[in-house]
């Protein structure tokens, strides 16, 4: 694998998280019929896409590496957390991993999770007694299963969007409605007048609220929105001497190591590697961007393997060509 994306690859990692998420939702959703396998292998699928790009190979940064590179140049798209990308392109100056969208994320995400595991327990139940699951969940919705699937992938793309993921969940979203149909003519067939009332009672994805929970479910998410937006909006502060300092992509040369502290602290430029970054979006040759971010990456690590003592004539040296 090339330099520039020499924080990918990491292809066990990616063989970790899948069989991890994969397998924990394999405890709980049981596929047992061709068509549950059908269901859980296209949700599999999604995620070892996702998986593939967050730590093998950022195919979407590549290919949009162009257009990144020309409306936000202040962000390394090298750099591994750069792969949040709404974070980045919404211009958090926090840890991404502490973002409202990474934030928001987790919350689909285990809430998925939650829904999926309580979901298999009423159904397993509903199933040895051959009943209508109509209790926990499936009193809010018809297919508490799927929706929680909807949940988990939609929470990954908004962690980690890729065009491969934006393209495959649509596509999952409209699978999953109609497997939600075909089982609901083989329960109306098994329950007869039973299930017809408690499909005429109960929503298929998304639960009913009353007037007043209606209005605190919006209320709350107006004031999560607003303060994302806020989150995301504030300018850069200025540091007390002994704070730790934020910074990511090309910036992460003057805030992450002890050399950039101590020249942050003491009001010392850092511009030999802005400006490799800044001379990389002013060429639209891709074998010449590639070069340019070649060398912004050797001039970072030339500064860092250089000894502290010397680290300010490196950088002067630098500056003056």
Do not use: C
């Not at 936000?72 to 750069?82: G, I, Y």
């Not at 919705?141 to 495959?168: D, K």
């Not at 017809?196 to 605190?216: K, N, Q, V």
């Not at 004539?313 to 630098?318: E, H, P, Q, V």
Request: net charge neutral.
């Amino acid at each position: 694998m090339n330099d520039e994306f020499s924080d990918y690859g990491l292809w066990l990692l990616v063989v970790i998280n899948s069989l991890v998420f994969i397998l924990f939702a394999f405890s709980f959703a049981r596929p047992r019929t061709p068509r549950d396998w059908r269901s859980f292998g296209a949700f599999s699928a999604f995620l070892v896409a996702l998986f593939t790009e967050m730590y093998g190979f950022p195919l979407t940064i590549y290919l949009l590496s162009g257009w990144l590179s020309s409306r936000f140049p202040e962000v390394d798209w090298l750099a591994h957390d750069s792969g949040h990308l709404l974070e980045m392109m919404f211009g958090s100056k926090s840890n991404p991993h502490f973002g409202p969208f990474h934030v928001l994320s987790a919350i689909f995400i285990f809430g998925g999770f939650a829904l999926l595991a309580s979901a298999w327990r009423v159904l397993y139940r509903a199933q040895r007694g051959h009943t209508v699951a109509m209790t926990g969940p499936y009193a809010l919705v018809r297919h508490p299963q799927y929706a929680a699937f909807i949940s988990i992938m939609f929470g990954f793309l908004l962690q980690w969007p890729t065009l491969l993921t934006v393209v495959m969940f649509p596509i999952l979203m409209f699978m999953y409605v109609r497997l939600a149909k075909r089982e609901e003519g083989e329960a109306l067939a098994g329950f007869g007048e039973e299930y017809e009332r408690y499909r005429d009672d109960t929503p298929a994805f998304f639960p009913r609220f009353g007037a007043r929970r209606g209005l605190s479910a919006a209320i709350v998410f107006i004031l999560v929105l607003l303060a994302g937006i806020a989150f995301i909006s504030v300018p850069e502060q200025d540091l007390p001497a002994d704070a730790p300092l934020p910074g990511y992509g090309a910036d992460s040369v003057e805030a992450n190591t002890m050399m950039g502290a101590d020249m942050y602290r003491r009001g010392v430029p850092v511009d030999a590697p802005n400006a490799h970054r800044q001379r990389e979006t002013g060429t639209d040759d891709p074998a010449l961007r590639r070069e340019l971010i070649r060398a912004h990456r050797d001039e970072r690590s030339r500064i860092r393997e250089a000894p502290h003592g010397n680290n300010l004539k490196t950088l002067r040296d630098a500056d003056s060509g």
